[in-house]
């Protein structure tokens, strides 16, 4: 039987390629990149008439996009997958199951009005938590606190206590200022011992276990332990086979956001980009923060936006969240570019936000996936601890994500990243997590400590100028996909050619 033309989409053709004949007659050359765009999209034809009234003789896809988003006529295309028709999914066979632990989530519960009070609550909350794991800790030392110090004169004692200043004397040892609930004292760790070769990782407001002796105004310090987490943990799995999913910073908007690499990333999804084996067996997506890239987040970033508005942003993110098959669960998680407040611990997107069939979680939160416990957190504090210590870099963020579980503390240097002291501070790692997700540096970075996987899913952003002056090197478009009932962590790189 002949095919029947359809009429609506030949005039469109038609109608578009009136309008590319227009500008060829004008002497005006697009670029390949433009023809292609103008040629795939339906744009408005005052876009049309203001491309003929420019001035010179080529015209590139970056004039456009700022056409476009001077205009926000940006469309929000629908996105296209191709689905395996002989896809059939493990996964799709049972239920979800899963749960947000509350009390790790801010969302709905800030309760601060910035008081010098709520800094006093905030601390204290820090300090008896931190505090309480370390005195968990087997010790062969009696706990002293600092007000105790002077009675215990000569003989040895654990101190556990917060670094409020540090610095290096005239011998060459390193002075501590560190303080608890009763008071402050000095803590000094001379040259030749244990302690002062680790003083390199101590940073301020740390909370750590001191074990030395006081010898008159001084407290003598020979070794220092972090909270940490015990040795013997095995890595958790689960009875179920399925896997999971870790994304992070996508940032949808942005000029730099890898639509093709993305697109790949849900046809794979979808059965029809090959491995469809571990495809199938895929039942939980977390998308780690930096979902958009949002406006106004750092100065003239209009430039690199393609997209200028706020919902349509999350229109773009709503409508490529759809295409993900609806047997798997989406958890998704704000950063520092998404549009709730900036300052840490952030609430849950709103609904009018996010409108897709995502589960819409605070940053930080723990969620608990068939058992395995998941900490989530956008990664925002990595800019601080990384340059405050040496040996750590944004080329192995796992690193320093190791540095935050030995602490305890997601943020650990307050004052450095935004942080609102909540009287609760959600930001105390208090359960030994199997799984500790983030982002935020755009790299990928994996390793498994003491049975707890660290895991960073790195972007479907492309470098950005910004991180070509900082020397950074993003790994863009690697997804990491664990599968639970063997703890096997594996990687895709959906970047292509
Ligand atoms: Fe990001
Ligand atoms: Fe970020």
């Known amino acids: ?28 050359r697009l670029t390949p990149e433009a023809f292609e765009f103008l040629e795939k999209n339906e744009i408005d034809q005052d876009v049309y008439e203001k491309i003929l009234a420019t001035e010179g003789l080529f015209f ?15 469309p929000t295309r629908p996105v296209t997958v191709a689905r395996a028709l002989a896809f059939r999914p493990e996964a799709k066979e049972f239920s979800p199951s899963f749960k947000l632990i509350g009390r790790s989530d801010i969302t709905g519960k800030s309760n601060c ?42 003989s040895k004692v654990r101190l556990i206590a917060m670094v409020t200043d540090k610095r290096a004397t005239k011998k060459g040892n390193v002075l501590l200022t560190v303080e608890d609930c009763e008071g402050s004292a000095k803590v000094v760790l001379p040259r030749e011992t244990e302690a002062y070769k680790l003083s390199g990782k101590i940073l301020n407001d740390d909370i750590i276990a001191f074990d030395g002796k006081n010898a008159d105004e001084l407290f003598i310090c020979d070794t220092v332990t972090w909270p940490e987490i015990p040795f013997a943990r095995e890595q958790k799995k689960t009875e179920r086979d399925f896997a999971i999913v870790y994304l992070s910073d996508l940032h949808f908007g942005s000029r730099k956001f890898l639509e093709k690499p993305f697109q790949r990333f849900l046809n794979w999804l979808n059965g029809s980009e090959g491995n469809e084996e571990l495809a199938g067996k895929v039942k939980y997506i977390i998308v780690c923060g930096d979902l958009v890239d949002g406006i106004g987040i ?15 942003q999350y229109e773009m993110f709503d409508l490529a969240m759809e295409k993900i098959p609806d047997y798997i669960t989406v958890i998704a998680a704000p950063g520092n570019h998404d549009a709730v407040r900036r300052a840490e611990p952030q609430p849950a997107l709103g609904e009018d936000l996010v409108k897709s069939n995502v589960v819409r979680v605070g940053n930080p939160s723990n969620v608990e996936i068939e058992g395995l416990k998941h900490l989530l957190y956008h990664g925002t504090s990595l800019d601080s601890v990384i340059p405050a210590m040496g040996g750590l870099s944004y080329e192995k963020p796992e690193e320093a994500m190791l540095e935050l579980l030995r602490r305890r503390h997601l943020s650990p240097i307050y004052g450095d990243s935004l942080i609102v002291p909540e009287e609760r501070d959600y930001l105390v790692i208090e359960e030994e997590p199997d799984i500790i997700h983030m982002g935020h540096v755009h790299k990928n970075g994996y390793m498994l400590y003491r049975g ?38 594996s990687h895709i790189n959906f970047m292509g050619e």
């Open 1 to 28: 039987m002949p095919q029947v033309p359809n009429e609506a989409k030949i005039a469109d053709v038609e109608f578009v390629l009136a309008d590319l004949k227009a500008i060829y007659e004008k002497n005006i």
């Open 60 to 74: 590139t896809k970056e004039m456009l996009d700022v056409l476009l988003s001077r205009q926000d006529k940006i």
């Open 113 to 154: 009005t910035g008081k010098i009070e709520d800094f006093v609550a905030h601390f204290r909350n820090r300090f008896e938590r931190v505090s309480a794991i370390l005195r968990r800790r087997i010790s062969e030392h009696g706990i002293a606190t600092t007000k105790q110090l002077k009675s215990t004169q000569g």
């Open 298 to 312: 750092y100065p003239e970033q209009e430039k690199d936006l393609i997209v200028k508005d706020i919902y349509k």
């Open 452 to 489: 707890t996987l660290l895991l960073n899913s790195g972007t479907f952003q492309d470098r950005t100028d910004f991180q070509v002056r900082m020397g950074h090197h993003p790994t863009p478009a690697i997804v990491p996909i664990l599968e639970a009932k063997t703890g096997k962590l």
